[in-house]
């Protein structure tokens, strides 16, 4: 853990900090509406294909920088893990359980990276950050849960293996940090590139030759890949290199909530009261799990400083 050294912002910037990374759930609450409205039907590995790897490319060439030395499989560890693995879990579990219980099992991500943090980052899980999860998750419960939900047991295993993959990927992030001379740009395209690379034989294997697009499709598409993803994970890897993984983690209950008003806004569903209490106690999870900001780690100063590898891969330009 040496080789990276993070200070923690202050108060107002962590402020500033969490508001910018709470945009990245929120924006992958409209997932739903967009595909439904705007994407192929019954196409849900070519979706996450097209989400992944036209956005991974695009930031690649933006950033102009590949992985090197460790990070090679760094990066391919954690595209499978964030994007490779975790979408079509995630479309597997949305496709087979009704009611919304796969975003319920989504929210059990931030117990999930409780575990991982206290595994990979020597981070004991707090009473404060435990009470935070099952507050967020029986919120979100409360907002997408519907009496007629079915439980399937493949359905319960892929939207637990999603939410577990997503949250050991969120942790490793923290952990690795990036290298010297590495914007959180590129790392988000070498992870968007490794994971679209994985989904390729998948969406194949699945699904068979891609579907004719429309316009609209390609919109809806265009949509997903630059705002839903390119963006929107940028802004997410970009959070976790300035606050803690676990305090990142709890946001993503933001994302059933943002769904839930954009259906009422965008597509005419209804709230009932019970549903807005739910996303009171969403909301309350979500702060709730903010860890207080850390004081920056203080490196004693040396008169000829030992230059890590991985820094010497990527020097300063």
Do not use: C, H
């Not at 290298?179 to 968007?192: F, K, N, S």
């Not at 946001?251 to 807005?276: D, E, H, K, N, R």
């Amino acid at each position: 853990m040496g080789m990276f050294t993070t200070s923690r912002p202050g108060s107002a910037t962590r402020a500033g900090t969490l508001a910018l990374t709470a945009l990245t759930p929120i924006a992958w609450g409209s997932t739903y509406a967009v595909t439904t409205e705007f994407l192929p039907p019954d196409r849900p590995m070519f979706t996450a294909l097209m989400r992944a790897l036209p956005a991974g490319l695009m930031l690649l060439i933006i950033g102009r920088v590949l992985p090197r030395g460790v990070w090679i499989w760094r990066a391919a560890v954690l595209g499978a893990l964030n994007i490779g693995a975790f979408f079509p879990l995630l479309f597997l579990a949305a496709y087979r359980l009704p009611g919304g219980v796969a975003a319920v099992l989504g929210a059990v991500g931030p117990l999930f990276a409780l575990g991982f943090a206290a595994l990979f980052l020597a981070e004991r899980p707090t009473v404060r950050k435990v009470l935070a999860g099952v507050l967020g998750l029986v919120g979100v419960a409360l907002v997408v849960l519907r009496a007629e939900a079915r439980l399937d047991a493949a359905g319960v295993i892929a939207g637990l293996a999603g939410a577990a993959s997503m949250s050991a990927g969120t942790v490793l992030t923290g952990r690795w940090g990036r290298p010297e001379g590495v914007g959180a740009l590129a790392l988000t395209g070498w992870q968007l590139t490794a994971g679209g690379l994985l989904l390729v034989p998948v969406a194949l294997l699945v699904e068979g030759a891609p579907p004719a697009l429309s316009g609209v499709n390609l919109l809806g598409y265009a949509y997903l890949g630059i705002v839903g993803t390119a963006l929107a994970y940028w802004i997410w890897f970009r959070g976790i290199s300035r606050l803690s993984a676990t305090s990142v983690a709890f946001l993503i209950l933001l994302s059933p909530v943002s769904a839930a008003v954009i259906g009422w806004a965008a597509l005419g569903q209804t709230l009932t009261p019970l549903q807005l209490f739910g996303m009171v106690l969403a909301l309350g999870g979500t702060l709730l799990g903010q860890a207080p900001a850390r004081p920056a780690r203080r490196v004693p100063a040396s008169p000829e400083p030992v230059r890590p590898a991985v820094e010497a891969a990527y020097p300063s330009r």
